[in-house]
């Protein structure tokens, strides 16, 4: 991580691991290790969601297939994942991926996310068939990005 306004580094900074297994692998392996002739503090920066877990966490780090045929989601409930936001909208067209933006550093949710599709036609039936449409008990926002 760096200062915005000096440019250099604020000496430390963040690693998102695949699964929690990964997470605690590292934790162990690198922590009060040297770097740079200085000391590091490796460990979990926040424990996952209240009632989400650890396995649907986990699978929701999908790499994210993006396209030129994206829209953004909006007031995305906080239990939304991007699994179940891709299965959302499979019904809609041809889903290649889908993304849950995440506060860095941390499994919470920045309350939006992105959807790519194959082609521009499915990108204008979705904003038609979902702006406005409820998903896990919340109304969403649907453009495109």
């Known amino acids: 991580m760096y200062d915005k306004y000096s440019g250099r580094s604020r ?5 998102t691991m695949k699964t929690v297994d990964d997470a605690n692998a590292a934790i162990e392996k ?4 040297e770097i740079g002739g200085r000391k ?8 996952p969601l209240n009632g989400v877990s650890s396995t649907l966490l ?5 790499p994210f297939v993006d396209s030129p045929y994206k829209i953004y989601v909006g007031n995305l409930a906080k239990t939304v994942t991007s699994d179940s ?3 959302f909208f499979a019904e809609q067209g041809n889903v290649v991926g889908a993304k849950v933006s995440r506060v860095p550093g941390t499994s ?8 790519s599709f194959s082609s521009e036609e499915e990108v204008e039936a979705a904003i038609l068939a979902f702006n406005d449409a409820v998903l896990e008990g919340q109304k969403i926002r649907v453009n495109k990005a």
């Open 11 to 15: 000496r430390f900074g963040f690693v």
């Open 30 to 33: 690198l922590n009060d290790t």
């Open 40 to 47: 590091i503090k490796v460990n979990v920066t926040e424990k």
């Open 58 to 62: 986990q699978s929701d780090e999908a």
């Open 85 to 87: 936001l891709k299965s």
């Open 108 to 115: 919470k949710s920045s309350g939006f996310g992105f959807v």
